[in-house]
Structure formats: structure tokens, C-alpha cells
């Protein structure tokens, strides 16, 4: 295998990683003020300890606080965060919420070029890029905070000081339509390459988003690059989202659909099915989200994480999927972490190797193709949700 599969892992070198240091160290007469970090609650709860105070008495300070929160949040598309939206404000109707979706990859470094402008909106980052709330935990960007329930989370799903916790768990695998498949459906995904598929298949850029380039990734090191070469020959359909991949099956235009997410439990009546066979690999990991030191809004933010972290709303994840140790999942699901073939643990791992990151990317643009397309989020600039 090429020495770039190499399991060596270092830590963020990138241009968002530069920007980031820059504000946090930049002393010339040109570097901006960074805004000042909000002051010690007056309640007990804090990094020390978890927070006592309900979800009420949380929403009751949020308000007195002023009432608006700003999420930034991972995903493909700006109506994907909706239900939550509308659950939150449901539950919580005076509190402003703006919660902006965009690529995770887009938000790490907007923050970045916020920090370094002295221009911060968000009060909470809610992303799949693992790597940078390890690299803002360092530079003494992300408040220590344990929510409630915060010793009921899994381990690898909480920082152990409190600086970022997993709000869900999430994985990517690939589906198809029963209707469509007929009785000799793909079952693993050396399957996905069967000439029979060929001009069937949709999937997310694997050199679009890394979470579905460590799917690719994942099947690489297993089947070997005659797979990614068969599979390059099957005509696949190749957009940017990872909503794409369901969305092509879901409207009939493919059969099959790679790099998406979706839920073990779905019913029989489903038009799609997601599948993650024994012994084969997907991949599984908990969306990070963190509260910033400089947080207009501490408390609001506070009561965010609290909520999203409530076995409420931990028992109606939309894939079965808990990152808390007391919720069981339902329909016969095991936690999460106990797939191992969901490769839970090596995410992180590949997320923190941002030169690697990089090659494999380049390596699938060659059996690919350039990614094409507008980004399904829109284009948001700056400082979008101030």
C-alpha cells in the first residue's frame, strides 16, 4: 500500500490552524483586539463541576441574559437544522435563536478569520471537523463547561475538562431502494462495484467532505484501489452534500446512494435502506459542539447544550443513536460504540492528520474527478448571523 496510509497523526497545520495561532498570539500594531472573554457564572456549576441548575432555570438566566443565542452548525444545507430550530424555540420561546448551517469546513476557518478580526458571532460551534475544538482547546479559545448528564456521555465523546462534548451521534455508510435492487440487493460494499450497478449509483465527493472521504478511505484499506478504480468505472453520479446520495434514492433517480447517513431501524416500508454489514467497514462519530470564551451569550449557550444533551433529546435521535451511556437504543441498535466496524475511534485519528487528509483527497480527484458544483449551503461570507 502507498506510504501515505501511513497511521502517523499530527496535529493542524492548515492555513485555518495559522489564522487561529495568529489572533491568539498577534501583537503588532496592526493585530485586532480580541474581544473579551465573558465572566465566571455566578452559579456553583462550572468547569469543575456539572451543571445543577434545570433546563428551566437555565432558559429563565438565558433570557435575563437577553434572550439570542448564535449556532454555528455543520451540515449541507441552510433548512437541515430546522427541526431543531423548531423544537428549541418550542421549548424555549424566548430565546432569538439563529443556528447557520454550512460545511463544517467553511465554519472552522470563518471562526478563524473571526478570532483574528476581532469580529466573533457564535456563541456555540457545532461541527464535524473533530480536529479544530482540540486545536481551539489549546489556544484557550472554548469555555470548560460540564452540562448536566455530562458523566453519562460515552468517554471518547466528551473532552475529559470540559472543553467540547458530543451533542449526537452520527455515521455515514451507503443505502439503496429495495424497489429498485429487486431480490439481490448490495449487501457489503465490494457489491457496489458489480457491473450490473453501473449508471445506479449516486454518492457525495469522497475530496468534498471528510467524513465521507474517511468512508472512502475505509474501503480503500480494506478492498484495495482496484475498488475505488472498478468503482470509477460504474458512471457514478458524484454531487456535493452528503444529503445527495439519500436524496437521489429517495426521488428514484438511482438505485444506490454512498456517503450519507441514515438508520438501522428503519421500517420495511422505507424507500431506502441503510446498511452497515458485520465485517465491513462504515463510519460513526460524535458531532462536536462547544461553547467560545467569548460568547455573547454564555448562558444561552449553556442552556443549548443542556438541552441537546437531555434524554429527550437523546431518545428521539433521528438515527437511533445516543452519545450518552444511559439512553438504549431502540429496535434491537447497539451503542454505537460497540460496532467495530463503525470505526468510531479512528476519526478523530484520521481528522488530526491534516496532511494525509490532503493526499487522499488528491487521489480521489485522480480517480474521480475535480469536485464540481456550487456549495448546497449557499455562499454565507464572514460573518454570517451577526
Do not use: C
Amino acid at each position: 500500500m502507498p506510504s501515505f496510509l501511513s497511521r502517523r497523526h499530527v496535529l493542524a497545520t492548515g492555513a485555518g490552524a495559522a489564522l487561529g495561532l495568529g489572533a491568539a498570539g498577534a501583537t503588532g500594531a496592526n493585530a485586532a483586539p480580541a474581544a473579551a472573554a465573558p465572566t465566571a457564572s455566578r452559579h456553583p456549576a462550572g468547569a469543575g463541576a456539572e451543571e445543577r441548575r434545570t433546563l428551566d432555570e437555565l432558559y429563565r438566566d438565558a433570557v435575563a441574559e437577553g434572550g439570542r443565542l448564535v449556532v454555528y452548525a455543520g451540515g449541507d444545507t441552510p433548512t437541515q437544522q430546522d427541526l431543531t430550530k423548531a423544537a428549541f424555540r418550542n421549548r424555549f420561546p424566548d430565546i432569538d435563536l439563529t443556528l447557520v448551517v454550512d460545511y463544517s469546513k467553511y465554519h472552522d476557518v470563518r471562526l478563524d478569520n473571526q478570532f483574528a478580526t476581532g469580529s466573533v458571532v457564535p456563541d456555540v460551534m457545532q461541527l464535524q471537523t473533530l480536529q479544530d475544538f482540540t486545536r481551539w482547546k489549546d489556544q484557550g479559545r472554548l469555555l470548560h463547561y460540564r452540562p448536566a448528564g455530562f458523566s453519562r456521555l460515552y468517554d471518547a465523546f466528551k473532552d475529559p475538562e470540559g472543553a467540547w462534548v458530543a451533542v449526537g451521534a452520527l455515521a455515514f455508510s451507503f443505502m439503496y431502494a429495495p424497489a429498485a435492487v429487486g431480490s439481490r440487493p448490495p449487501l457489503t460494499p465490494l457489491d457496489l462495484v458489480d457491473p450490473r450497478w453501473k449508471g445506479q449509483i449516486a454518492s457525495s465527493y469522497p475530496h468534498d467532505d471528510d467524513a465521507v472521504l474517511y468512508l472512502y478511505s475505509l474501503y480503500v484499506r480494506k478492498y484495495g484501489w482496484q475498488w475505488a478504480a472498478k468503482l470509477a468505472a460504474q458512471d457514478v453520479r458524484f454531487a456535493r452534500g452528503s444529503h445527495t446520495p439519500r436524496q437521489a434514492v429517495t426521488a428514484g433517480e438511482k438505485a444506490i446512494g454512498i456517503g450519507g447517513g441514515g438508520s438501522l431501524t428503519a421500517p420495511p416500508s422505507s424507500p431506502v435502506r441503510f446498511v452497515a454489514a458485520d465485517g465491513h467497514p462504515f463510519m460513526a462519530w460524535g458531532q462536536r459542539a462547544a461553547i467560545l470564551k467569548q460568547a455573547a451569550h454564555p448562558t444561552a449557550a449553556k442552556l443549548f447544550l443542556n438541552w441537546q444533551l437531555s434524554p429527550e433529546r437523546q431518545n428521539g435521535s433521528s438515527n437511533g443513536w445516543s452519545v450518552r451511556t444511559d439512553v438504549t437504543p431502540p429496535g434491537g441498535l447497539k451503542p454505537i460504540w460497540e460496532y467495530p466496524n463503525g470505526n468510531l475511534d479512528g476519526f478523530p485519528r484520521f481528522m488530526a492528520d491534516r496532511a494525509q487528509v490532503e493526499r487522499w483527497k488528491q487521489t480521489f480527484a485522480l480517480y474521480f474527478g475535480e469536485v464540481q458544483g456550487e456549495p448546497t449551503p449557499g455562499r454565507l461570507g464572514l460573518h454570517p448571523g451577526a
